[in-house]
């Protein structure tokens, strides 16, 4: 079955990033849960992100508009939850979620 994206990049980042974590869950025979469990939670927090940053900021009318302010809330989600999630200091954390509250 294919990755989805969060978890792909997922993979790749404790693969590349955080080789202890990486080599401590293949060990245990946890990885690919593990990375789907938090791949689905960082898809649901940009998802979630996104549809707060639209509250606020509606998009304008008219089709382009409209459709790059879509884009726009969607890449900035995405930066923002991804920064909480992929963190690279393997020593002083685990890789389970978010380190702190993402506010707007």
């Known amino acids: 079955m294919p990755m989805k994206p969060a978890?792909?990049?997922l993979m790749n980042h404790l693969r590349e990033h955080r080789p202890k974590?990486?080599?401590g869950l293949q060990a245990a025979?946890?990885?690919e849960s593990h990375v789907q469990e938090v791949g689905e939670e960082i898809s649901e927090a940009v998802e979630t992100?996104?549809?707060?940053?639209?509250?606020?900021?509606?998009?304008?009318?008219?089709d382009?508009?409209?459709?790059?302010h879509?884009?726009?809330?969607?890449?900035?989600?995405k930066e923002v939850i991804?920064?909480?999630?992929?963190t690279m200091d393997e020593e002083t954390e685990s890789l389970i979620g978010?380190?702190?509250?993402?506010?707007d």
Request: proline share 9%; hydrophobic share 30%; charged share 25%.
């Open 7 to 9: 978890q792909d990049l």
């Open 21 to 23: 974590e990486y080599a």
């Open 29 to 31: 025979g946890d990885l």
């Open 49 to 62: 992100y996104r549809q707060r940053i639209l509250e606020k900021q509606p998009p304008p009318k008219g």
């Open 64 to 68: 382009m508009a409209r459709m790059q």
């Open 70 to 77: 879509l884009q726009w809330a969607q890449r900035t989600a």
């Open 82 to 86: 991804l920064a909480e999630y992929l």
């Open 98 to 103: 978010p380190s702190g509250g993402y506010e």
